[in-house]
């Protein structure tokens, strides 16, 4: 009875894991946010991307549309002729209305029609009737040039890159009172991760020399490999992530040598 009661726990706490939810904003031109309806759990992180032009995501009331909430979500304006370095993300308080608005005066976005909605209702306070609000909102304003109820930050990366590593292992022994020796020959691939992102100027040149690792930049986790096949009897058990981003061969840990 226990067990089964910890289990249905495990069950429910996987179900309710946060999720990143994508949004454009000005994508293909477009004075639009992509999707505009969207819902969102607590936890969860919805992350704008922004398209050319030059826009904002602000929040308003639903009464007062292209006009910003004291103390709203403002991502600041981000100008861009193609898709913006830096996402901004929200993350997802309580499952409260959140209205959202491009502030961009300069082609009137909020009253074409440039706003989105996080858990609007279906029915009374509806995205379509906060659409046709802003419709006749007067000119847009916006808080100052501070980012406000959110992050923007470059997006989170994570890198992988799968390498064939060869690697062959001498055995050597005595039986008798004569010396033998026996070659094992392995060749795996192994795929290595990291979520640094390392300027290329501060890495050293030169073919397998170490990177500088910047402080503070991420580290490398979960390296992966299969095992060969039996015969072939080393396996990879650790690597060197930075290593093997960069070309150099990242330091094999050899966890079993069957000798058989
Ligand atoms: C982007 O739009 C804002 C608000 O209209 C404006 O203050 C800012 O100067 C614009 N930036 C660029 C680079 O056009
Ligand atoms: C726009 O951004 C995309 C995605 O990063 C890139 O593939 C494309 O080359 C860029 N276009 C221009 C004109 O910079
Ligand atoms: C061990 O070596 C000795 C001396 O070289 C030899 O006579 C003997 O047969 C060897 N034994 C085995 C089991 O090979």
Same mark, same amino acid.
């Given at each position: 009875m226990y067990f089964s009661t910890a289990l249905a726990a495990a069950a429910s706490i996987a179900l309710a894991q946060a999720i990143t939810i994508p949004v454009s904003v000005g994508? &293909? &031109? +477009? +004075?639009?946010? $992509?999707? $505009?309806a969207i819902t969102a759990n607590v936890g969860d992180h919805v992350e704008f991307t922004f398209f050319a032009k030059n826009h904002s995501v602000t929040q308003s009331s639903f009464a007062d549309p292209c006009h910003p909430l004291a103390g709203g979500i403002f991502s600041t304006f981000q100008p861009t002729t193609?898709? $913006?370095s830096k996402v901004f993300t929200v993350t997802i308080a309580n499952t409260d209305p959140i209205w959202l608005y491009c502030g961009q005066t300069e082609g009137d976005h909020c009253q074409s029609g440039m706003v989105a909605a996080i858990n !609007?209702? !279906? #029915? &009374?306070? #509806?995205l379509a009737a906060y659409i046709a609000a802003a419709a006749t909102a007067s000119t847009s304003t916006s808080p100052g040039n501070t980012v406000v109820g959110g992050v923007l930050e470059f997006p989170p990366k994570e890198l992988s890159v799968t390498q064939t590593v060869t690697q062959t292992i001498t055995a050597s022994w005595t039986q008798n009172g004569t010396d033998y020796a026996s070659t094992y020959v392995s060749t795996y691939p192994v795929t290595y991760y990291t979520d640094a992102v390392i300027p290329i100027s501060t890495i050293s040149p030169g073919g397998g020399s170490a990177p500088t690792v910047l402080p503070g930049v991420g580290s490398s986790s979960s390296p992966s490999s299969t095992a060969s096949t039996k015969g072939n009897a080393a396996t990879a058990v650790g690597v060197n992530g930075y290593g093997a981003m960069f070309g150099a061969v990242g330091a094999v840990l050899l966890g079993a040598l069957a000798l058989l």
């Open positions: 994508y &293909g &031109g +477009l +004075l639009k946010f $992509s999707p $505009s193609n898709i $913006s !609007a209702p !279906a #029915t &009374g306070n #509806t």
